[in-house]
């Protein structure tokens, strides 16, 4: 079942059960899944199947800029973990170089757009890609101390040449379709358990604490700062939107809550996050200052340097680096891929979509874009499902969305205007229809239930998608052979399975080998 069947004629989107229909299941490309509605007559409808995906160009429109609204905070964060505004306040590199906070921003803004757009065309699914938050910080934190930031650079284009690749041979589908049903059913739990962590860690509902619990409720147990309320008082407008299937019910949420987070700013003067102010808003300030408009500086393209890392630091330790990303946006993409397509409705009974050949392709090619330009690999983000959840089925909402993205080159401060509290509002609702998917999963087996839970809370617990997807991959493999079924894993399960207990080992592989 998919979200929108948890919300049938809400968006206008497929339920869930007609996800068998349409073309030959497990196929990667041809038309969706349909529920028996005529194609539109426009060649516009024709090409995106818009009518036959249950969908409106209105909704389409709406959802890609919910997708946008939800996405935004990467043109803000990006720049402040990849760069700074002074070298004393950015990740150096070996040698003391460092980016730009306000050219990282351009070229985060001018990727994203770009390859959002290519998605939307090419693959024709509601997907947004922008800057990975997991190789980004990756690379600030663990490679540019041993190579400069073009080399890094470097390593994440190789990175994508080689996912480009695994998806042209079909290497990448073969894998996605070796994986059982039941752990693609889980993916997309733990990635909505996941999405609704995230907006409570960037809402500040939750923290960390000092000692004792890792985490805890707001501030020393209660909420106490305006952001955090702020947020709340949005969650749950959006949620009784939600629930009396009030059309554009998330996107009506975010702009009243962002007019209520800008008077709130106007009245009591909070301003962002600190050591000295911890009430703060986390990331962006909801006030209009400066410029509204600006040319961007697009210095950073083409600042790359292919294998300079190699000689640099040997052949060795940069295969591992590159090992390391390979794996973290191969496995980040298809767990992402996977929830947001039974989000929409779109998955066949093997969990495959259409065009999902194409689709891997182009988020191959974003990471390739994303190296070019000195921006990080660009994936596919799971904050689509906001937009999804909005109505958006086609391709349609992605080129929306895209245009969004190159227009916040220029416009900055609009962009950061919508603060991350009131995003994290929208992703706690979609991560709570994404928990619908668990009917699906087997939990009175406990061989099926044992892999499913792992990957279901690794995923929030670690931060991390591909961290969910391994503890999976290994438990079903190791479980299933163990318990006798060993014929029914797929031999390309063992093959991933071997590679995520190299990817889970890599700190004492590295150490042994001295690299």
Same mark, same amino acid.
């Given at each position: ?52 995906? $249950?969908? =409106?160009? &209105? /909704? ?5 800029? %919910?997708?946008?609204?939800?996405? #935004?905070? +990467?043109? !803000? ?89 695994? $998806?042209? =041979?079909? &290497? /990448? ?5 070796? %994986?059982?049903?039941?752990?693609? #059913?889980? +993916?997309? !739990? ?89 009430? $703060? ?235």
């Amino acid at each position: 079942m998919s979200i929108t069947s948890t919300q049938s004629g809400t968006q206008g989107g497929n339920s869930g059960n007609t996800s068998a229909r349409g073309r030959k299941a497990g196929s990667s490309g041809g038309a969706a899944p349909t529920s028996g509605t005529p194609g539109g007559t426009s060649p516009l409808d024709r090409f995106f199947e818009i009518t036959r995906r $249950g969908s =409106t160009v &209105a /909704r389409e429109i709406r959802g890609g800029v %919910v997708t946008f609204f939800t996405m #935004a905070y +990467i043109v !803000v964060l990006n720049p402040l973990i990849l760069g700074g505004f002074s070298a004393d306040r950015a990740p150096r590199d070996v040698l003391g170089g460092w980016l730009p906070a306000l050219q990282v921003g351009a070229v985060t803004g001018l990727t994203a757009g770009v390859m959002t757009i290519i998605f939307g065309l090419v693959a024709r699914l509601p997907f947004g890609l922008a800057a990975g938050l997991g190789i980004n910080s990756f690379l600030a934190v663990s490679v540019i101390h041993e190579v400069t930031w073009p080399e890094a650079m470097g390593l994440v284009v190789i990175n994508g040449i080689l996912i480009v690749l695994f $998806g042209i =041979t079909g &290497a /990448r589908t073969a894998i996605f379709k070796a %994986v059982p049903k039941e752990l693609k #059913a889980a +993916i997309t !739990v733990g990635i909505g358990l996941f999405i609704a962590f995230i907006g409570f860690v960037d809402s500040g509902f939750v923290t960390r604490t000092p000692g004792g619990p890792p985490v805890q409720l707001g501030t020393d147990g209660s909420i106490a700062t305006i952001p955090t309320l702020v947020f709340i008082i949005g969650l749950l407008l959006m949620s009784v939107l939600v629930a009396r299937k009030v059309q554009g019910g998330l996107l009506i949420g975010i702009v009243v809550a962002t007019i209520l987070a800008v008077v709130a700013e106007q009245v009591f003067h909070i301003g962002a996050a600190g050591p000295d102010n911890p009430g $703060g808003w986390h990331l962006n300030t909801p006030v209009i200052s400066g410029q509204l408009v600006s040319v961007p500086d697009l210095s950073l393209v083409g600042q790359v340097d292919f294998f300079g890392a190699f000689g640099r630091i040997g052949g060795l330790a940069a295969t591992m680096l590159v090992f390391t990303l390979v794996f973290t946006n191969f496995f980040d993409a298809m767990g992402a891929m996977t929830g947001l397509a039974k989000s929409a409705g779109l998955s066949y009974k093997d969990g495959t979509f259409p065009r999902l050949k194409s689709a891997f392709i182009v988020e191959g090619f974003g990471a390739v874009a994303g190296g070019l330009n000195s921006g990080s690999s660009n994936t596919v983000y799971i904050d689509s499902a906001a937009g999804i959840g909005e109505g958006a089925r086609t391709g349609l909402a992605s080129i929306v969305t895209g245009l969004l993205f190159i227009g916040s080159m220029f416009l900055t401060p609009l962009t950061s205007v919508v603060p991350l509290e009131v995003a994290a509002g929208a992703l706690v609702v979609v991560g709570a229809l994404m928990m619908s998917q668990i009917r699906e999963i087997r939990m009175d087996k406990f061989s099926v239930a044992l892999p499913a839970f792992l990957t279901i809370v690794t995923m929030p617990l670690t931060y991390s998608i591909a961290n969910g997807i391994g503890a999976g991959f290994i438990s079903w493999t190791v479980v299933a052979t163990a318990s006798g079924k060993a014929r029914k894993v797929h031999w390309l399960m063992w093959v991933v399975t071997v590679g995520f207990l190299v990817y889970f080992a890599r700190g004492p592989i590295n150490t042994l080998m001295g690299v």
